[in-house]
């Protein structure tokens, strides 16, 4: 790409450089993607924004939204930044989890390190990423308890929204206790689209977990 972009100047410079208007400073012309002028890096700026529309157009088939929604409402930048904050094995963890790869029982008999698919808690047939997280199993309640006050600890020490924490914090309590039961109805103070259209809190929670 490099080597493309030089020839194109010497081109351009060989030939003779266009008239531009005498208010331009960007040289030779600007490249913008989604109306956002890129600067520098080239190649890493259309990486992140293709990796970015890929996830945008999977969070909004899985949620059944519009796309534009899912792109201009969301909190990107806050996204980026729990991602650069995040330790590495955090986000080899969560890099396997996304991919599929995360040692649950469908994946272990898959690579054939198991002869079943069971939940070695429950006893469920299919252990697969979702089961993990709302095994019904004593010993997976017990472990998720403490992680769920520890979460709401993080919160107040973030001086995290008060609407934002008790939306989270109030779904994935009722989540985990009765997955497929009636959702508790939460019509936080973020937004009118949120106030007009509460979000799903099993929805966002699949399409995230797989």
């Not at 600007?30 to 956002?36: E, K, L, P």
């Not at 002028?37 to 939204?65: E, G, K, P, W």
């Not at 939306?167 to 039961?181: A, C, I, K, N, R």
Request: charged share 20%; glycine share 4%.
């Amino acid at each position: 790409m490099d080597l493309f972009a030089k020839s194109i100047a010497q081109t351009h410079i060989r030939n003779g450089c266009p008239d531009l208007p005498t208010s331009s400073t960007v040289g030779y012309g600007t490249i913008t993607i989604r109306g956002i002028m890129v600067c520098t890096n080239l190649q890493r700026t259309l990486y992140q924004s293709i990796h970015h529309q890929d996830m945008v157009t999977f969070l909004a088939n899985h949620l059944s939204i519009d796309e534009q929604l899912v792109h201009t409402t969301l909190a990107w930048h806050s996204f980026r930044k729990a991602r650069n904050e995040c330790s590495f094995p955090m986000q080899k963890f969560i890099s396997k989890w996304l991919s599929g790869d995360t040692a649950t029982g469908l994946v272990m008999k898959r690579k054939k390190q198991c002869l079943h698919a069971h939940c070695p808690l429950c006893g469920e047939d299919d252990d697969h990423h979702l089961h993990v997280l709302i095994c019904p199993d004593a010993t997976a309640v017990d472990f998720r308890i403490p992680l769920l006050t520890e979460l709401e600890t993080w919160f107040i020490d973030k001086d995290t929204y008060p609407d934002i924490a008790e939306y989270l914090m109030t779904g994935l309590t009722s989540w985990f206790e009765d997955p497929f039961g009636t959702e508790p109805e939460i019509l936080p103070a973020i937004s009118s689209i949120d106030r007009q259209r509460p979000f799903s809190h099993r929805k966002l929670a699949t399409a995230l977990m797989g």
